[in-house]
């Protein structure tokens, strides 16, 4: 089955704001293929659906930080946002065919956004032991050749120290 959105639209309407990865409520609206305003107007109606763990709106400050990225947003006076568990919320209460459709695919993004991140987190972990561990090992190299160093080094003055007294003939 054809795509009904890209994975890379999905992927770029998908911020990280409190700490947490959000999408927006006219992003997910234009997914949807319905207005901001409905979207907006159905949370609403079912507003006990979600808790702040699971959409919140942006303030005054967040909104401005993230026109530099969306610039629409700048005159905006109220946002939503909605985490991943607020998206599959939405499925719930927004209840056409596309919106199940839209709903997997995001869903699908969401997982694979944690799989890279994940990854990265276990490839810099690994990088950070090698360097431990070649660090450690770079040590005892110099050691050796410090060690070997002194075992080749040529004695300074062959001069050999006499003891007693000298009796002249």
Do not use: C, W
Not at 1 to 13: D, H, T
Not at 60 to 75: A, G, N, P, W, Y
Not at 105 to 125: D, G, P
């Amino acid at each position: 089955m054809k795509e009904l959105i890209p994975k890379e639209v999905i992927e770029r309407k998908i911020f990280l704001l409190r700490g947490q990865k959000v999408m927006l409520d006219k992003d997910l609206a234009r997914l949807y293929g319905v207005e901001t305003k409905v979207l907006n107007q159905a949370v609403k109606r079912n507003i006990d659906r979600f808790p702040v763990d699971f959409m919140f709106s942006l303030t005054r400050d967040e909104i401005l930080r993230m026109s530099q990225f969306v610039t629409s947003l700048k005159f905006s006076k109220n946002i939503n946002a909605f985490t991943e568990q607020g998206v599959a919320m939405l499925s719930s209460v927004l209840r056409s065919k596309r919106a199940v459709h839209v709903n997997i695919a995001i869903m699908r993004a969401f997982v694979k956004l944690r799989q890279i991140l994940s990854t990265h987190k276990e490839l810099a972990h690994r990088l950070k032991e090698l360097e431990r561990k070649f660090e450690k090992h770079d040590k005892e190299i110099i050691e050796i050749f410090e060690a070997i160093r002194q075992l080749i080094k040529s004695p300074e003055d062959s001069k050999r120290v006499v003891t007693g007294f000298k009796i002249a003939k």
